[in-house]
Structure formats: C-alpha cells, structure tokens
C-alpha cells in the first residue's frame, strides 16, 4: 500500500460508521417499528406510521448506502484486492457486495418505482398479510446484514472459517 495508512483507516472509520447507522436502522425497523405497527388497531394509522418513519430512514440510508460502498470500494482498491472475488474464502466480501447491491437496488430503483405503489395496494386490501411479509422480508434482510458483518469482521483480521 502506498498511500498514508490514514487514509485507508479514515475509510475504514467511514466505512463502519455507515454500516452501523444503516444496519443498526434496519435492526430498529425490523424488531422495535414494525412489531409495534401490526399492533396497531386501524389500517389507516399502520400505513400512516409506517410511511412516515420507514420514509425517513428510508433517505437516512441512501446516504450511508452510498457512504459504506464508497469506502469500501476505496479500500478494495488500495488494498488491491479484486482477486478476493476469485476466492471463495473471501465469501464476506462477497456477502458484502451482494447485500450493498440489494440494498442499492431496493432504495434507489425498486422502492420509488414499484414498491411504494405495490405496498399501498395491498396494505390497503389486507393490512395485516401485508405487514407480515414486509416483516419477514425485513428480518431476511436483517440477518443477511449479520452474517456478512460477522464474517466481515472475522475475515478482516484473519479469521477465515473455511480453509
Ligand atoms: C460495495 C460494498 C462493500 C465493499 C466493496 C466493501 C469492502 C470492504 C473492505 C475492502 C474491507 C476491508 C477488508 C480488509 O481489511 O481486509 C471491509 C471491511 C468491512 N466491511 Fe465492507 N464492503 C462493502 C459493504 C459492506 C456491508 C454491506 C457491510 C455490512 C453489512 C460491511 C461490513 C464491513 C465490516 C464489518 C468490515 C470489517 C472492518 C474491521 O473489522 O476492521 N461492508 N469492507
């Protein structure tokens, strides 16, 4: 590495605190947000709470989306390590890639073209279904995120789990 080692960790500093707003926020959502939403008695107020605090977050992690790929993919070139996607015991920097391009995908593409619409739809028509599999679909997401965190932080410091 040729570059001032502070610059590599800035990333690495970056890189982490993005992930823990954005993961830690999913979290919330996924365990505190929407169990207390399908507790709710009326229709209009689940899908008025939900769009309101899911909305915000929703901006929140478009900006540390961004701010945990930037610095990733910075830290990958500096480090040079683009042959690690030819390895399968770098498999968590390719959980970390995979679980950044979903996400990407579902913020900036899906949800403002086609899941907002589809998710009013049916949470209008049978609120409850449609709240148990957004729950479901979240908690997916959830412990995708801890997997590759883990193995993140495993792999990082040279523990690799498979031989
Ligand atoms: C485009 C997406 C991403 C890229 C290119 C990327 C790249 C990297 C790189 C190169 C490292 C340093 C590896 C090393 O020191 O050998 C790293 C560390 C790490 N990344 Fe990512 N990452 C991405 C997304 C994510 C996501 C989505 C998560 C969490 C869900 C994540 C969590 C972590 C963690 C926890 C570490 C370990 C830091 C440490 O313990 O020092 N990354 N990432």
């Known amino acids: 590495m040729n570059i001032p080692l502070e610059y590599f960790t800035l990333a690495r500093v970056i890189h982490i605190l993005a992930v823990i707003l954005w993961i830690g926020g999913v979290s919330m959502v996924t365990t505190v947000l929407i169990p207390a939403i399908r507790r709710m008695k009326s ?3 689940q899908i008025k709470t939900f ?5 915000k977050f ?12 930037l610095s990733g993919f910075y830290m990958l070139y500096e480090l040079d390590g683009w042959a690690r996607y030819l390895d399968y015991r770098y498999w968590w920097i390719h959980a970390m ?5 979903l996400f990407t995908l579902i ?3 899906l ?3 086609l899941l907002h619409r589809v998710f009013r739809k049916y949470a209008e028509k049978n609120p409850e279904k449609t709240f148990a599999i957004m729950h479901r679909l979240h908690w997916v997401l959830l412990l995708l995120s801890l997997i590759t965190t883990a193995g993140a932080v495993a792999g990082s410091h040279g523990w690799f789990w498979l031989k």
């Open 43 to 45: 229709k209009e107020e």
């Open 51 to 55: 769009e309101k605090i899911e909305g």
């Open 58 to 69: 929703a901006a929140q992690a478009k900006v540390t989306t961004l701010l945990a790929g």
């Open 97 to 101: 890639t995979g679980v950044w391009v």
């Open 107 to 109: 913020l900036y593409v």
């Open 111 to 113: 949800e403002p073209l």
